[in-house]
């Protein structure tokens, strides 16, 4: 019986879960290699729990993976934009990176049947915290990068 790291054992079960492609999608590109695994339908408990650990979303529960990418959203929106509240040009930008950041996040767990909500959750999400002072401005540039690129990436991812 050979003797591997509790992590490379579940990682090494766990590739037959990953995408049914196997291939390196645009969501994967702009992440990197992040230990992103979406579940299909098994019976087997063991293989559940043994993936458990390296889990993030059920792509076959809707109503679940939609709330996790809700709350990771604000969590990101959040945490990245107060450390850029004492440089305000900074702001704009970062801003901007999240507004496209979120877009590509969601257009790839919300799919053709949730593109409405995509869009709104999309503009209500990249609307940072410390934006206050060209708030007009962020948010022009939220609204038309995050219709922009749910559409377009909806549409092709």
Known sequence: MSHKPLQQLSATRCDSLSSPSNSPNAFHTILGPLPWIMLRKSTSNELTKNCFSHLLFFHTDYSLFIY????L????????????CLSIYLSI??????SIYLSVYLSHFCSYRF???HIYLSIYLSI????YRFESVHIYLS?????????YLSIYL
Do not use: G, T
Request: aromatic letters at 18%.
């Open 128 to 131: 940072p915290v410390c934006s």
């Open 93 to 98: 930008y970062l801003s901007i990176y999240l």
């Open 115 to 117: 593109e409405s909500v």
């Open 68 to 71: 996790l990418s809700i709350y």
């Open 143 to 151: 609204i038309y990068l995050s219709i922009y690129l749910s559409i």
């Open 73 to 84: 959203s604000i969590y990101l929106s959040i945490y990245l934009s107060i450390p850029v």
